[in-house]
């Protein structure tokens, strides 16, 4: 019995050893085939991004490290940490995989991995910004007598590293060393195809076009054909020999194998005739491709170049705004959505700019400016979108002649001087126009302009416009601290230019030149602050004036009525505090979150819904140096009008930051956005938003 028990312990003892073997090996294994099934992945995607299957390079890491930590005594052990290197490294933890990459080297040099582990310890000082440490290892492989693969893989590591870095010229070094001297056929014509796609993104269109063309002599797959002829002939419409590249497509489309990119082939054969001037030609394949694709970023970009065909050859902009409208309904992300998008809104603003009142003895001054601004905005929209400039010189002259008491008078014929001295080189007539501009309104803000133009700048000419005493004003106050000069200057702004849009300044500068320097100690400067902002709400200026006054200005300014006290009397008893005494007409102090909302007609604003957003802003917003040192954050309210195609086009700007140059860029990025305003009902097109900017430090600031 003793002998039998003997026996039956070293049979549990074996057994038990031979389960603990069984376990590990097993492990091992696993991650052994996880890790060749994602090596398998990723040598099969050779070109460009490759596939790398991150869940089996994981299942290796965690079943290797279960060797590494179970069993380190292991034959196993290198083959393990062979299998972490290389699994590190395609899942991007760079860190990990030089790690284990110094301790293959370091404690495996006679390992059969270890040539591997310092090509990964190269490519992981790559990754990690060590690029001179990585070009000391990556040379060290290259110069030395070891097989060719690894050689290769350094090289083509060197490579494509500098070609997604966009230093093409550093990675054609690489691909040429590959593809003369130590590449396989397959290494050569993967390197051969990123030199051509690197002469190519360098605008070497002659020697891309060599360089794709030697790839069909090196007997490429479908794909890679494709590639080669399809880049072989955009290169050729770059340097204009359009026949050449449409042969080369056509080479494609004989193939029925290339069936399914029949339709692209089409495209750029239609774009080939339009390069050509074949017009006919393109707009029926244009329409071909319209009517037979099925990818929609095809069919929106062939209807978008028949809205151009349309508005450019033909001239007929009803017909093109409804291709862009066709263009626009398959979405406006993409380059062609966003391009129909703007020439579809150009087009629709010359109904919206169209000649709509007619100058009698009636007509005010207000009515007869706008007039004349959406004239001027009708001529430049046909002189900058629609390319149109002989019908939009003909539109700046009947402005000029219709609207010649406009503010925006002078202003049309310097714009009209120059469309004539650009379009038909006539500069005698163009300053003779601007002549005229310093008889017929010497006094206009625009004065300046016409004096550049003529290089009369700083002559005995530059003088007696409203700019110009604003400047003496700003000397006289700044430089030689003379207040009374500089009061005197502004005052002959405010007696003189009313019409200036450096008048409202002037006033405003007055009443802070007797705050600031003669302050008389009583209510004058606080009620004339008000008096301003009652007199031009809605301006900036007049936020200013509220915002020292802590005052809401009233929606309309009523004259006293027998037996109501005077404005004086009226203010001076708010002031005290006494509301019995104050009428309705004068307002009264407003929380300013609510005051945002208050429009300038004494309406309210309407909270923009969330679901209108901004799809486009046409001069985004930059943190300006200036601001820097304050590194202010904040929201920037303003109101804002739409028009059909979302575009802003009223603004009111209701709170301000301390940095002007921020409120600047501001007004500047909202003025220019375009909202999705097809999600507003039509019916409140016309109302008035509250938008809300957010400025955000920039984050290398924080």
């Given at each position: 019995?003793?002998?039998?028990?003997?026996?039956?312990?070293?049979?549990?003892?074996?057994?038990?050893?031979?389960?603990?073997?069984?376990?590990?090996?097993?492990?091992?294994?696993?991650?052994?085939?996880?890790?060749?099934?994602?090596?398998?992945?990723?040598?099969?995607?050779?070109?460009?991004?490759?596939?790398?299957?991150?869940?089996?390079?994981?299942?290796?890491?965690?079943?290797?490290?279960?060797?590494?930590?179970?069993?380190?005594?292991?034959?196993?052990?290198?083959?393990?940490?062979?299998?972490?290197?290389?699994?590190?490294?395609?899942?991007?933890?760079?860190?990990?995989?030089?790690?284990?990459?110094?301790?293959?080297?370091?404690?495996?040099?006679?390992?059969?991995?270890?040539?591997?582990?310092?090509?990964?310890?190269?490519?992981?000082?790559?990754?990690?910004?060590?690029?001179?440490?990585?070009?000391?290892?990556?040379?060290?492989?290259?110069?030395?007598?070891?097989?060719?693969?690894?050689?290769?893989?350094?090289?083509?590591?060197?490579?494509?590293?500098?070609?997604?870095?966009?230093?093409?010229?550093?990675?054609?070094?690489?691909?040429?060393?590959?593809?003369?001297?130590?590449?396989?056929?397959?290494?050569?014509?993967?390197?051969?195809?990123?030199?051509?796609?690197?002469?190519?993104?360098?605008?070497?269109?002659?020697?891309?076009?060599?360089?794709?063309?030697?790839?069909?002599?090196?007997?490429?797959?479908?794909?890679?054909?494709?590639?080669?002829?399809?880049?072989?002939?955009?290169?050729?419409?770059?340097?204009?020999?359009?026949?050449?590249?449409?042969?080369?497509?056509?080479?494609?489309?004989?193939?029925?194998?290339?069936?399914?990119?029949?339709?692209?082939?089409?495209?750029?054969?239609?774009?080939?005739?339009?390069?050509?001037?074949?017009?006919?030609?393109?707009?029926?394949?244009?329409?071909?491709?319209?009517?037979?694709?099925?990818?929609?970023?095809?069919?929106?970009?062939?209807?978008?170049?028949?809205?151009?065909?349309?508005?450019?050859?033909?001239?007929?902009?009803?017909?093109?705004?409804?291709?862009?409208?066709?263009?626009?309904?398959?979405?406006?992300?993409?380059?062609?959505?966003?391009?129909?998008?703007?020439?579809?809104?150009?087009?629709?603003?010359?109904?919206?700019?169209?000649?709509?009142?007619?100058?009698?003895?009636?007509?005010?001054?207000?009515?007869?400016?706008?007039?004349?601004?959406?004239?001027?905005?009708?001529?430049?929209?046909?002189?900058?979108?629609?390319?149109?400039?002989?019908?939009?010189?003909?539109?700046?002259?009947?402005?000029?002649?219709?609207?010649?008491?406009?503010?925006?008078?002078?202003?049309?014929?310097?714009?009209?001087?120059?469309?004539?001295?650009?379009?038909?080189?006539?500069?005698?007539v163009a300053d003779s126009i601007l002549r005229s501009v310093l008889?017929?309104?010497?006094?206009?803000?625009?004065?300046?302009?016409?004096?550049?133009?003529?290089?009369?700048?700083?002559?005995?000419?530059?003088?007696?416009?409203?700019?110009?005493?604003?400047?003496?004003?700003?000397?006289?106050?700044?430089?030689?601290?003379?207040?009374?000069?500089?009061?005197?200057?502004?005052?002959?702004?405010?007696?003189?230019f009313e019409d200036s849009q450096y008048y409202l300044l002037a006033?405003?500068?007055?009443?802070?030149?007797?705050?600031?320097?003669?302050?008389?100690?009583?209510?004058?400067?606080?009620?004339?602050?008000?008096?301003?902002?009652?007199?031009?709400?809605?301006?900036?200026?007049?936020?200013?004036?509220?915002?020292?006054?802590?005052?809401?200005?009233?929606?309309?300014?009523?004259?006293?009525?027998?037996?109501?006290?005077?404005?004086?009397?009226?203010?001076?008893?708010?002031?005290?505090?006494?509301?019995?005494?104050?009428?309705?007409?004068?307002?009264?102090?407003?929380?300013?979150?609510?005051?945002?909302?208050?429009?300038?007609?004494?309406?309210?604003?309407?909270?923009?819904?969330?679901?209108?957003?901004?799809?486009?802003?046409?001069?985004?917003?930059?943190?300006?140096?200036?601001?820097?040192?304050?590194?202010?954050?904040?929201?920037?309210?303003?109101?804002?009008?739409?028009?059909?195609?979302?575009?802003?086009?009223?603004?009111?700007?209701?709170?301000?930051?301390?940095?002007?140059?921020?409120?600047?860029?501001?007004?500047?990025?909202?003025?220019?956005?375009?909202?999705?305003?097809?999600?507003?009902?039509?019916?409140?097109?016309?109302?008035?938003?509250?938008?809300?900017?957010?400025?955000?430090?920039?984050?290398?600031?924080?």
């Open positions: 019995m003793k002998l039998l028990s003997r026996y039956t312990f070293i049979f549990a003892v074996l057994i038990t050893a031979l389960s603990a073997g069984c376990v590990y090996y097993n492990t091992f294994h696993n991650a052994k085939k996880a890790f060749n099934h994602a090596e398998d992945s990723r040598k099969d995607s050779k070109y460009g991004h490759q596939n790398i299957d991150q869940s089996n390079y994981k299942k290796a890491i965690e079943k290797s490290l279960k060797v590494i930590e179970n069993h380190p005594d292991s034959k196993y052990y290198d083959d393990a940490l062979h299998v972490l290197v290389v699994s590190y490294f395609w899942t991007e933890q760079y860190g990990r995989a030089e790690w284990s990459a110094r301790e293959m080297i370091a404690n495996y040099e006679d390992s059969k991995y270890v040539k591997n582990a310092r090509l990964y310890l190269a490519k992981a000082k790559l990754e990690q910004g060590d690029e001179i440490g990585a070009m000391v290892d990556f040379e060290a492989l290259l110069n030395e007598d070891i097989d060719r693969n690894y050689k290769v893989d350094a090289a083509m590591a060197l490579g494509k590293f500098n070609f997604e870095n966009r230093r093409y010229s550093d990675a054609e070094r690489f691909f040429l060393l590959i593809r003369d001297s130590i590449g396989t056929s397959d290494e050569q014509k993967i390197a051969q195809r990123y030199i051509a796609d690197g002469r190519f993104e360098q605008f070497q269109f002659k020697d891309a076009r060599g360089a794709y063309l030697q790839i069909l002599g090196m007997e490429p797959n479908l794909e890679e054909r494709y590639h080669s002829l399809f880049r072989a002939a955009n290169c050729s419409y770059n340097i204009l020999q359009i026949d050449e590249g449409m042969d080369y497509l056509k080479k494609l489309m004989e193939n029925e194998k290339y069936y399914d990119s029949l339709n692209v082939l089409r495209m750029s054969i239609a774009e080939g005739f339009d390069w050509e001037g074949d017009i006919e030609q393109a707009e029926l394949m244009y329409h071909k491709v319209a009517s037979e694709a099925k990818r929609k970023t095809l069919i929106q970009k062939a209807q978008y170049n028949l809205g151009l065909i349309y508005q450019y050859e033909y001239d007929k902009l009803t017909e093109a705004k409804e291709y862009y409208d066709k263009a626009i309904d398959l979405g406006h992300g993409s380059d062609a959505g966003k391009g129909a998008l703007l020439r579809s809104s150009n087009i629709g603003k010359l109904d919206k700019y169209a000649r709509t009142i007619e100058i009698d003895s009636t007509t005010s001054k207000e009515a007869i400016d706008e007039a004349a601004f959406t004239q001027f905005q009708l001529s430049e929209l046909l002189w900058i979108d629609l390319n149109k400039p002989d019908t939009a010189i003909l539109e700046m002259q009947y402005l000029i002649d219709s609207f010649p008491t406009s503010y925006i008078a002078p202003n049309a014929m310097i714009s009209l001087s120059q469309m004539i001295r650009k379009h038909q080189g006539d500069s005698a008889e017929n309104y010497p006094k206009s803000d625009y004065v300046p302009e016409a004096l550049e133009a003529l290089s009369l700048t700083g002559t005995a000419a530059d003088t007696g416009y409203a700019a110009f005493y604003l400047k003496k004003a700003e000397h006289f106050l700044v430089d030689e601290e003379n207040i009374d000069s500089a009061r005197a200057n502004y005052q002959t702004i405010v007696d003189r006033r405003f500068s007055l009443i802070w030149l007797t705050e600031t320097y003669e302050s008389p100690g009583d209510s004058s400067v606080y009620l004339a602050y008000k008096q301003y902002a009652d007199s031009f709400p809605g301006t900036d200026l007049a936020g200013e004036a509220m915002a020292k006054t802590k005052y809401q200005p009233s929606r309309q300014i009523q004259q006293p009525v027998e037996g109501q006290e005077d404005s004086a009397e009226v203010d001076n008893a708010e002031i005290a505090g006494d509301e019995s005494e104050v009428g309705d007409s004068l307002g009264s102090y407003v929380d300013p979150e609510a005051a945002m909302y208050v429009t300038s007609d004494g309406g309210m604003a309407m909270d923009l819904p969330n679901k209108v957003e901004v799809i486009e802003t046409r001069e985004p917003f930059e943190y300006p140096a200036e601001a820097y040192g304050s590194k202010w954050e904040g929201e920037i309210a303003f109101q804002i009008k739409l028009d059909f195609s979302g575009e802003v086009v009223d603004l009111v700007q209701k709170t301000w930051s301390s940095i002007d140059e921020i409120n600047i860029r501001a007004e500047e990025a909202v003025r220019s956005m375009v909202f999705n305003a097809q999600l507003l009902p039509p019916e409140e097109l016309k109302s008035w938003w509250m938008y809300k900017m957010t400025i955000v430090l920039p984050s290398n600031l924080r």
